[in-house]
């Protein structure tokens, strides 16, 4: 896994064993996400609400010992199970509203998954903390799916 900010743009490629239906399913289900997106001792995800069409809102919140967060957005794009993008607004963050982008190609063992969270170009320190957290939330998400596959 390669996740890393270059310039105002967080860029990751990944590979998982799982078709691009599992994938983008994962990445838009609330019962799914609520079940991957977290670690004990980090935060756990909870009180997904999603709509998910392009101009459809999404939010959730994540509670760890010592606080409790909310994140929210809209989706930009919605082509299931090809590319997935919608905005990025957390309330812990001063940053103005970012955009997260998925896009899913099938490969041979599974998906390739191109990410990429544009909008830090003037919030590099923000920017530098969020890929960070993104290399935890796409190690979540491989273990999810890998866990998934193991219990077919």
Do not use: C
Not at 68 to 89: I, K, Q
Not at 113 to 120: C, N, T
């Amino acid at each position: 896994m390669n996740i890393e900010l270059h310039g105002g743009t967080i860029v990751g490629d990944i590979e998982i064993e799982a078709s691009p239906e599992t994938v983008f399913d994962a990445l838009t289900t609330p019962e799914d996400l609520a079940a991957w997106w977290g670690a004990e001792g980090i935060y756990r995800t909870y009180g997904w609400e999603i709509d998910l069409r392009p101009g459809g809102a999404w939010s959730s919140r994540a509670a760890s010992a010592t606080s409790d967060m909310a994140v929210s957005g809209v989706f930009v794009e919605v082509d299931r199970p090809h590319r997935l993008v919608y905005t990025w607004n957390p309330e812990w963050d001063n940053t103005p509203t970012t955009t997260v982008s998925y896009t899913l190609r099938k490969t041979t063992n599974g998906t390739h998954v191109h990410l990429e969270h544009s909008g830090f170009e003037n919030h590099i320190p923000s920017g530098q903390h969020h890929a960070e957290g993104w290399k935890h939330v796409i190690g979540w998400l491989i273990g999810y799916l890998k866990g998934k596959a193991v219990a077919k």
